[in-house]
């Protein structure tokens, strides 16, 4: 098992520039979910998705796009990036969600 | 929506001795309280976990206790050692919204 994988581990964007950060689990996994992580912020949850067709808006939504076409796969898309948005992003998968989350090893991103 | 606070945001401890830290959740409904131990350049990985159906729970040297009256519930880490150094995030769920919200981190320092 590969368990959660993301890509890129590290992005540097222009302000306006888009991307999709990619997020990959191989657990069959109902549950993924969004996170950013900020210095004395936390984890803060942007969109999750209960199983393949279904998302939804978590705490900061406002300038994310997820899609969940798959079981496997949940990617996170930056339509114009913002300064704002600089911050390490977390994936993370579970069997439920009160259940054990599994999360990837993040991706940095940097929008100058 | 649900909102908890952590504290302390550092932690300096001599190796051996205890570590305890201690969050607070808004949400009375909230039934379900995580602990993660992110270490540098990681993500965050699940290290115990209590239910409000139980006060306390232990797992070798870590054991968590939960007071549902006072929506408190702390980690204590005995016997501490250098690998216990990180960053700690409780977090809490209730479940029926499918989120789960973590507080701002603890980083601990074991001293050798």
């Known amino acids: 098992n590969a368990g959660v994988t993301q890509t890129p581990k590290f992005q540097v964007l222009k302000t306006g520039q888009s991307m999709t950060l990619q997020c990959a689990q191989d657990m069959n996994h109902e549950y993924m979910s969004w996170y950013r992580q900020d210095p004395g912020m936390g984890l803060r949850l942007i969109h999750y998705s209960v199983g393949a067709g279904i998302t939804d808006q978590g705490e900061v939504p406002n300038g994310y796009n997820v899609s969940r076409s798959t079981t496997e796969d949940f990617p996170l898309r930056l339509l114009s990036a913002a300064p704002s948005q600089t911050s390490v992003y977390f994936c993370?998968?579970?069997?439920?969600?009160?259940?054990?989350?599994?999360f990837g090893p993040g991706t940095r991103l940097l929008v100058l | 929506g649900e909102n908890v606070e952590q504290h302390p945001s550092t932690l300096s401890v001599q190796e051996g001795d205890s570590a305890v830290i201690k969050c607070t959740y808004s949400?009375?409904?909230?039934?379900?309280f995580p602990w993660y131990k992110q270490e540098l350049g990681k993500g965050p990985q699940l290290i115990i976990d209590i239910r409000s159906n139980v006060g306390e729970k232990k797992d070798q040297r870590i054991a968590v206790t939960l007071n549902k009256t006072a929506k408190h519930f702390s980690l204590h880490i005995t016997e501490t050692q250098p690998e216990d150094s990180a960053v700690y995030f409780c977090a809490a769920s209730r479940g029926n919204d499918y989120k789960l919200s973590f507080g701002a981190g603890t980083t601990v320092t074991v001293r050798a």
């Open positions: 993370a998968s579970s069997r439920w969600i009160q259940e054990t989350q599994y």
């Open positions: 949400d009375s409904a909230s039934n379900y």
